[in-house]
């Protein structure tokens, strides 16, 4: 628990110490800059960060009063890894280039990995369908429409071996984005690894698994809270058992930051989320460094580049504080964070898409200098739909002239020890501590979200936003500036043949298998569900007999209940 | 006296839970003085055509991103017709290739306002609609 020395350890914020500024910069004001002032005025009177974060006109040693490098930058690879949790960066590996991808049937989407993998990419990231992120089979009525379309239909296992196929799960690694029913499709990967004859304990890749972020931004969530942060624990808890080497769950600020927050706002309300998963664990009994080394998280790269560097800095440097001082782990792995950043998509404009290049050039090269461990970048056709081969390409292509051509892989941290970015830093830090211990105060973050609170916060903060872009105080070119005519660009389509493709797949898997041994597998299911057993083993038989992604969520309902929220505008 | 409130519903049909969108026009319209129902999320067509008939709304404004528009939008414009309820202007906000719009709007939506758009020219669109075609006149 927070206590006194803890607070006491706090890097000094610069904004809480009056500034003041050397004999020499105070002479510089005087004369030359009053003088430059005096003869043309800056363009506005207030700058500010894309989260409407004030920035001062210049930063120097006057703020960084109270900082010290030995205790608040370090050394890489060192507490409290502010330059980052490897001493030789990229020097020694690249970050992973994680493209995100899935879109139609289990055979289009496996089409797309190869080829991504051939074109050089070096890990899998799974994009799932609404109807499967929602735990809904492709034939059930609220599917209607949506089949294939955000991302990859997966119904049962016998999708998700052809998903994979030829793809040897033993030498990939595989990031899977889905939440609510992450456990379900977890256990279908695992079954699809053993029948490849792969190690599970060789197993690599992460499971989003983060349901505190849906309640908070994305929306996607099934259950009410409670069972929902069990079905976590449960996976967390095999995971660290059973396969060392998986990420059990990715801790994502991502999709609040898309949802309107602003950039101290997702990391702060990314790492209290954090901190709720380690107490469900500790509560569960599990010992802190048997599980924090699995703990990863997910940011966002929006568009301003160094706020961005600092709030990976930033989230670092507390999670590292959370670990040693609020839980007492011991092993550095457990101290380390370890993220994944993608470009981000709200960012990206329907206009002039072309510019979207430019703009996820800029976002990948802010998540490389905070040291992200793996990345995605967007296409520049996102803002419209999926995207086409050739906009993915250049996608994967910007990651690479990033590794090989500009350098910036050369040195680790090459912010480091600049006033700015040190500053800003230290100030993002300070943002965050006040926001989870608010969270805290509130009594946690299920607590929060059941009153609103990050919700409300990210709503406010989103209209905020758009009327700095309505009132053009905030400029985006291509949309209120910088209009042009233009015509349509190419665009994947996903028809509904892939519904039609899904259900005839149903039909056939439904009157293939033994719906005796399903039958008998969702009620052993249904009987744990309603004690206090790790559902994982459960579900793996249920899949491993082909019961539908549908009817073990619909097993699940009919002992947790859903959740319904009262919306908040 | 006062002028009759423009009474809007915000909807999210289908699944997806992204409701940045919805949330922000929902905040404008009610700042620019109209009365806005929002239903919250994964809306049926149905569920969206008996909230409008039960609020009594003039304007339906339906925020879709996930590339269901063409099976969501079409069901809900063959319920308003069946309910009668054609004078009830429908607009969608959200991700639409312009290779639909065409027929959409044959369908009867009367706007797609698409990444971008001002809260303003909305609320401009609404008041002029509903100023020129009163509902039930």
Redesign the interface.
Known sequence: MRDESERKSSPTSSSEVPRKPSPGEREWEGKTLQATLAASPERASDFTTVSSYPIRRLYTEADLAGWSPERDLGSPGEPPYTRGIHPTMYRSRLWTMRQFAGFGTAQDTNRRFRYLLAQGQTGLSVAFDLPTLMGYDSDHAMSEGEVGKCGVAISSLADMETLFDRIPLGDVTTSMTINSPAAVIWAMYLAVAEKQGADWRKLSGTLQNDILKEYIAQKEYIYPPEPSMRLVTDTIEFGAKHTPKFNSISISGYHIREAGSTAIQELAFTLRDGIEYVEDCLRRGLQIDDFAPRLSFFFNAHNDFFEEIAKYRAARRIWQRVMRERFSAKNPRSWALRFHAQTAGCSLTAQQPYNNVVRTAVQALAAVLGGTQSLHTNSLDEAWALPTESAATIALRTQQILAHESGVTNTADPFGGSYFVEALTNEIERGAWDYIEKIDALGGMVAAIERGYPQREIADAAYRYQVAVDSKEKIIVGTNAYVADEKPIEILQIDESVAQHQAERLRRLRADRSNDEVERRLGALRKSAAGSENLMPYLYEAVKAYATLGEICDALRQVFGVHDEAAIT | MPEKKIRVLIAKP???????G???I???L?DAGME?I?????Q?PEMIASAAAQEDVDVIGLSIL???H???CTRLMGLLRAKGMTDVTVLIGG?I???DMAALKKAGVAEIF???T???AIVDFIRQRVAAAPRGA
């Open positions: 289908g699944l997806d839970g992204h409701d940045r919805a949330k922000v929902a905040r404008a009610r806005v929002y239903t919250g999320l994964r049926t996930s590339g269901a063409n099976t969501l991700i290739p312009e290779a698409l990444p971008g001002t809260t303003q």
